[in-house]
């Protein structure tokens, strides 16, 4: 009888166990700055509902929020490498608090403009530094295992964080300004308590001395280009959750309730599945979980040509889900490993652009090939471009720089006992 708890006590070890406390305390900050994230999910609605701005005009602001945060990957990045990952942090999360509040008090469409690009640019600034972050302090062989934990708290916070905004919204939106404020200052004095600096002491006496990477170095890098390109290619899919799905659903006569219910599954199977993927994915090798992952997301998408019930349009939610759990994780794993020590940041300033470019593209171009060419030609082209990023990664792994580093095995299990993991 007590050998379930034992078997469970085991696999949590395995699971979270043996990872720094400094990890856990970014941890903490990803996930409190996740359940304060209301801005980004609601601005759209707040300029329209809020404001009585125009549809048209709402896109211009949410795109150009976008442009903010495609920016500040890279600047961000550079940041991280030149002067270090904790004042990258700490002034990002400072200056994501100002910006925030000053979004909601702000009135005139030239104003919010502005600053909804300075939101979208201090809000994404600290991406690379908290990767860069976790590839230091956490050990090569338990950096899936990390990134994974990571992601399970980036959906956990967003998800509590959309069902709260949408009851606070009902009475008003400067409270979600202020929310999301007073969140990320929270984080920030996480930062300053719990989370030092982890820029190697040799890469910061190079920088010093004028030897460390060059500024481009990341940009003639092409294995690792690649990989970049590719996993934009996935992630364009994934932008047609929440753009052309809803109006495909509704051109089939189901209501928002039932794409409400549908894409649920998403928050909800990530919540449920993060972990056992979390340990599943570390026992396999990277090369061929990212092509799985890569099939699994694009005909996951692809099969919603055959979508017209509810129960079948749930199904491929849960099956394009399942990719995206194991690839966010994988990909970022084998990002951070091909980064040079001395160029984390900027590397993974870069990489970072496979999430925020197609989040700028996807939303405009599936909504002009939805009126153009339908949503079935939408489907089996999210499919091909599955395709395409599965067979490129099968190539891509089989270079010689990267057989050795994708082609290992991703994490080692833990071998100390329950008792000895590392609380967060």
């Known amino acids: 009888m007590r050998a379930k708890p034992a078997g469970m006590r085991r696999a949590l070890a395995q699971t979270v166990g043996g990872l720094p406390s400094a990890f856990w305390w970014l941890w903490t900050t990803t996930l409190v700055n996740r359940l304060g994230g209301f801005v980004a999910t609601f601005l759209a609605l707040y300029l329209t509902v809020g404001r009585g701005y125009s549809a048209a005009y709402a896109g211009l602001v949410v795109t150009l929020y976008a442009v903010g945060g495609t920016a500040a990957n890279v600047v961000g990045g550079l940041l991280a490498d030149r002067i270090g990952r904790r004042p990258v942090l700490m002034a990002a999360q400072l200056a994501t608090a100002v910006s925030t509040l000053l979004l909601g008090l702000t009135d005139g469409r030239a104003a919010i403009a502005v600053v909804a690009v300075l939101v979208g640019f201090t809000s994404n600034a600290s991406r690379p530094a908290v990767m860069a972050i976790m590839a230091d302090v956490v050990p090569e062989r338990d950096r899936t295992r990390a990134f994974s934990l990571n992601f399970w708290a980036v959906n956990i916070g967003f998800g509590a964080a959309a069902a709260v905004a949408g009851l606070v919204a009902e009475e008003g939106f400067l409270p979600l300004f202020i929310g999301e404020a007073a969140a990320t200052l929270v984080c920030a004095f996480v930062v300053y308590l719990r989370i030092p600096e982890t820029r190697p002491a040799a890469d910061a006496q190079q920088e010093t001395a004028g030897q460390s990477p060059r500024g481009n170095v990341v940009w003639l890098d092409r294995p690792f280009l690649a990989l970049t390109g590719l996993t934009a290619l996935v992630c364009l899919t994934y932008q047609q959750a929440s753009t052309t799905l809803p109006v495909s659903m509704a051109r089939e006569g189901l209501s928002p309730a039932a794409f409400g219910l549908v894409i649920g599954v998403n928050g909800l199977l990530i919540v449920v599945l993060q972990i056992p993927v979390t340990r599943m994915v570390g026992i396999h090798r990277r090369g061929p979980l990212l092509v799985v992952a890569a099939l699994l997301s694009g005909w996951g998408f692809g099969l919603l040509v055959f979508a017209s019930t509810i129960w079948f349009y749930a199904f491929t939610v849960a099956v394009w889900t399942v990719g995206e759990s194991i690839l966010a994780p994988a990909a ?56 395409v990023a599965a067979i490129g990664y099968a190539v891509l792994v089989r270079t010689r720089r990267l057989r050795r580093t994708v082609n290992s095995v991703i994490t080692t299990i833990p071998a100390h006992s329950p008792e000895q993991a590392s609380e967060p």
């Open 332 to 387: 970022m794993d084998v990002a951070t490993t091909l980064a040079p020590v001395g160029a984390r940041g900027r590397y993974l300033g870069v990489y970072s652009l496979s999430s925020s470019v197609p989040a700028l593209l996807g939303p405009a171009t599936g909504g002009w090939l939805f009126d153009h060419v339908g949503a079935d030609a939408i489907w089996l082209g999210c499919g091909g471009l599955g395709t």
